[in-house]
């Protein structure tokens, strides 16, 4: 009687643990809610020749224009959107269109913003290559970068700037004076509000920001008042890594389409995730390799107009381009 009682315990304790496994299970890890999408065609190899590239990390679309940050080529290259090579401009240097390692890109009204890593500077540029003007400079200081990684640009012209080693996001007028910052310069934290490298920005329809928390492995979203609104990736959202849905193994690049679906480059997972406004879990693509619809460290990723999704290939050295499956 006594070993049946304690069966019946056993088998209790046994289903209440897994009851609260399955509970977790879809607490944290989300199912998809549409399909994944295709590959369409890649385009790259490694060198330094035209359509080649040495680590490309940043991209951006705009019109029928495809631009790409070739971050060791220290240039940007200009592509048709089926990959067709239309011109390169930038060299290596601290001068007025001259490049330190570029990385993500944003355009905004016919201008294309170049985050400097290595000039610790945000470089404008016409569309055509002509430099434009230089924000900003070395330091830890109000309007000041150690090695920014990625820009956004507001409707009303501030910018938005991911400061990766001051771990930190400025936010600067067009002209480069400080606003305000979300994070304590040069503190890495892991609680809302802080950050562990940014990496990248993007800003939505509505205004809302968009933070690629890189090695907190999260997105953080802030309003148009500086509010943080939510933030998401793994358990919680507090630097728990891992390759499950929803979840990032380091985000290094962000970006947001004109419906306000959030896509985020999953660098370690090799993968492309895809959200809605709200954080919800939509859809992810990609896998680890080198053959077609795979990745070596998936970097960045843009969005055309027609929903159409280009992605820096890091490792592989190449452009993917992606379009959604039904």
Same mark, same amino acid.
């Given at each position: 009687?006594?070993?049946?009682?304690?069966?019946?315990?056993?088998?209790?304790?046994?289903?209440?643990?897994?009851?609260?496994m399955?509970?977790?299970?879809?607490?944290?890890?989300?199912?998809?809610?549409?399909?994944?999408?295709?590959?369409?065609?890649?385009?790259?190899?490694?060198?330094?020749?035209?359509?080649?590239?040495?680590d490309?990390?940043?991209?951006?679309?705009?019109?029928?224009?495809?631009f790409?940050?070739?971050?060791?080529?220290?240039?940007?290259?200009?592509?048709?959107?089926?990959?067709?090579?239309?011109?390169?401009?930038?060299s290596?240097?601290?001068?007025?269109?001259?490049?330190?390692?570029?990385?993500?890109?944003?355009?905004?009204?016919?201008?294309?913003?170049?985050?400097?890593?290595?000039?610790?500077?945000?470089?404008?540029?016409?569309?055509?290559?002509?430099?434009?003007?230089?924000?900003?400079?070395?330091?830890?200081?109000?309007?000041?970068?150690?090695?920014?990684?990625?820009?956004?640009?507001?409707?009303?012209?501030?910018?938005?700037?991911?400061?990766?080693y001051?771990q930190?996001?400025?936010?600067?007028?067009?002209?480069?004076?400080?606003?305000?910052?979300?994070?304590?310069?040069?503190?890495?934290?892991?609680?809302?509000?802080?950050?562990?490298?940014?990496?990248?920005?993007?800003?939505?329809?509505d205004?809302?920001?968009?933070?690629?928390?890189?090695?907190?492995?999260?997105?953080?979203?802030?309003?148009?008042?500086? +509010?943080?609104?939510?933030?998401w990736?793994?358990?919680?959202?507090?630097n728990?890594?891992?390759?499950?849905?929803?979840?990032?193994? +380091?985000? +290094?690049?962000?970006?947001?389409?004109?419906?306000?679906n959030v896509?985020?480059?999953?660098?370690y997972?090799?993968?492309?995730?895809?959200?809605?406004?709200?954080?919800?879990?939509?859809t992810?693509f990609?896998?680890k390799?080198?053959?077609?619809?795979?990745?070596?460290?998936?970097?960045?990723?843009?969005?055309?107009?027609?929903?159409?999704?280009?992605?820096?290939?890091?490792?592989?050295?190449r452009i993917?381009?992606?379009?959604?499956?039904?």
């Open positions: 009687m006594k070993l049946n009682t304690a069966l019946k315990v056993g088998r209790n304790i046994i289903i209440a643990v897994a009851a609260v399955v509970a977790g299970w879809l607490a944290f890890v989300p199912s998809a809610k549409e399909a994944p999408y295709a590959f369409v065609t890649a385009w790259g190899e490694k060198g330094s020749a035209p359509e080649q590239f040495n490309p990390t940043g991209i951006a679309v705009a019109g029928d224009e495809v790409v940050s070739d971050s060791r080529n220290n240039r940007i290259q200009v592509f048709d959107l089926d990959g067709h090579f239309k011109r390169q401009f930038g290596p240097g601290k001068g007025p269109g001259q490049l330190g390692r570029p990385m993500n890109l944003t355009i905004h009204e016919g201008e294309l913003y170049v985050a400097e890593y290595f000039n610790d500077r945000i470089q404008v540029f016409s569309l055509d290559g002509q430099s434009i003007r230089l924000i900003g400079k070395s330091g830890s200081g109000p309007g000041e970068f150690n090695a920014p990684g990625g820009v956004a640009v507001a409707s009303n012209g501030d910018l938005l700037v991911a400061d990766f001051n930190r996001i400025q936010n600067l007028k067009a002209d480069g004076n400080f606003v305000r910052q979300w994070g304590t310069t040069g503190k890495i934290g892991i609680w809302a509000g802080e950050f562990n490298y940014p990496t990248d920005v993007a800003i939505g329809p205004g809302t920001l968009y933070t690629a928390d890189g090695y907190n492995d999260r997105i953080q979203a802030f309003g148009p008042d500086g +509010t943080l609104q939510r933030k990736g793994g358990p919680f959202a507090i728990i890594f891992g390759p499950f849905n929803g979840w990032f193994a +380091t985000v +290094t690049g962000v970006t947001v389409d004109q419906k306000g896509f985020a480059a999953d660098f997972n090799n993968r492309i995730q895809k959200f809605a406004t709200d954080g919800t879990f939509l992810r990609g896998t390799g080198g053959g077609p619809g795979q990745f070596d460290h998936a970097i960045a990723v843009a969005v055309a107009d027609d929903g159409t999704v280009f992605t820096a290939d890091f490792g592989n050295n993917e381009k992606w379009q959604q499956g039904k």
